[in-house]
């Protein structure tokens, strides 16, 4: 049984069950008698963490994201609006932070401030001096997504090397034998992406499982390099007859640049990869994809912090998912290229 429950057998909002269950802002005696009644027929109390939470505390998380001068891809976009929602039905605030170059020092005034109860840390590299911080602050955190030691932070993450494995073997399935890995920018490949170094172990080692010819190639996070980088690769790779990506940002472009060859997709070209599902559900034609369920991976993240902010000594946790493609239709038997221009 959950708040919502509550307040939908009380008619009133999440909000107004909360406030009356932690006295935050005032509740007409009427209605907050109207909800213990409901809450006493149902048994419902308050788990361990949630009380933790209103023992003096400021009841906000802060959400540490990429830079703002950085456009945020479609599943950055569904972390953060899954925790903040999943923060919302816990009744805590939500203090967004840029990190990274300028945002250095926002960072540092979110971690040292007493501003948060805990802090989410998004898009985490191999070598993370956030990381570092966080730990050395003692504040409570959880990442959406992990460095290369799992086993020092709290965490959910896409397992991006088992889902770029299932992507080259799906095409080699379909008869693939020439695919190239389209991966996020150099720069963030550079810099130590996890999910980006994930990808490219993946795919290397499902190519080199079912002996195929593979390319691999970065890309910026936008529709004109995707277009750029299609275009080189057709004149590059002659035999090349799929594509694997974990760029979506990229992908209306990897269209464009397939359709301007004159190669249709899947009859001439297939191309999967790893996705937010709505993202590649409203793609033309919808993309194949492992669909990314931010929403869910969001919400867990935001309740591995409840737990660690009412008990830090609470051992680290770890949810690792790894989605089954959804055969959509953009992956087809394989042929040799025709119609080219």
């Known amino acids: 049984m959950n708040i919502g429950e509550i307040a939908k057998r009380s008619g009133v909002s999440r ?31 308050p788990n361990a963490a949630a009380r933790a939470l209103k023992e003096g505390r400021t009841r906000t998380i802060g959400l540490v994201i990429p830079p703002a001068s950085r456009r ?53 590299r191999l070598e993370d001096d956030r990381v570092t911080r966080l730990r050395q602050t003692g504040l409570p955190f959880v990442g959406i997504g992990h460095t290369s030691r799992p086993e020092e ?33 150099a720069e963030l490949v550079a810099a130590g992406y996890g999910p ?31 277009r750029s ?12 007859t799929a594509i694997a990506t974990v760029n979506e940002a990229a992908i209306p472009g990897m269209y464009r640049a ?7 997709v899947p009859g ?15 793609l033309h034609p919808p993309l194949t994809a492992a669909d990314i369920l931010a929403d869910e991976l969001g919400a867990h993240a935001v309740d591995l912090l409840i737990q660690r902010i009412a008990d830090p000594g609470v051992p680290h946790r770890h949810l690792l998912v790894a989605p089954p493609i959804s055969l959509r239709e953009t992956t087809g038997p394989a042929r040799p290229r025709t119609g080219r221009a």
């Not at 039905?89 to 932070?97: C, F, K, Q, W």
């Not at 980088?229 to 090349?240: D, I, K, Q, S, T």
């Open 153 to 185: 932070m709290t965490w959910v993450d896409i397992d991006y090397e088992t889902l770029m494995a299932r992507c080259v073997r799906h095409l080699a399935d379909l008869g693939h034998r020439h695919i190239a890995l389209v991966n996020r920018s």
């Open 258 to 264: 397939l359709a301007g060859a004159r190669l249709s």
């Open 72 to 124: 945020l891809t479609d599943v950055q976009l569904g972390f953060v609006a899954s925790v903040v929602d999943a923060a919302a039905r816990a009744d805590l605030d939500i203090l967004l932070s840029p990190s990274g170059g300028e945002h250095d020092r926002s960072f540092e005034r979110v971690v040292t401030g007493s501003r948060v109860d805990g802090v989410i840390l998004m898009e985490i």
């Open 15 to 45: 909000s107004t069950v909360s406030y009356a269950l932690s006295g935050k802002r005032p509740v007409a005696e009427k209605t907050r008698r109207r909800i213990q009644a409901v809450i006493d027929e149902l048994g419902y109390r």
């Open 196 to 226: 980006s170094h994930r990808a490219q172990l993946g795919f290397a080692g499902a190519v080199a499982e079912r002996g195929l010819e593979g390319v691999e190639v970065c890309c910026a996070d936008d529709a004109q390099a995707g």
């Open 268 to 282: 001439d070209f297939s191309i999967t990869g790893v996705s937010a599902r709505h993202w590649a559900e409203n």
């Open 229 to 240: 980088c299609v275009e080189r690769l057709l004149a590059a790779h002659p035999g090349l």
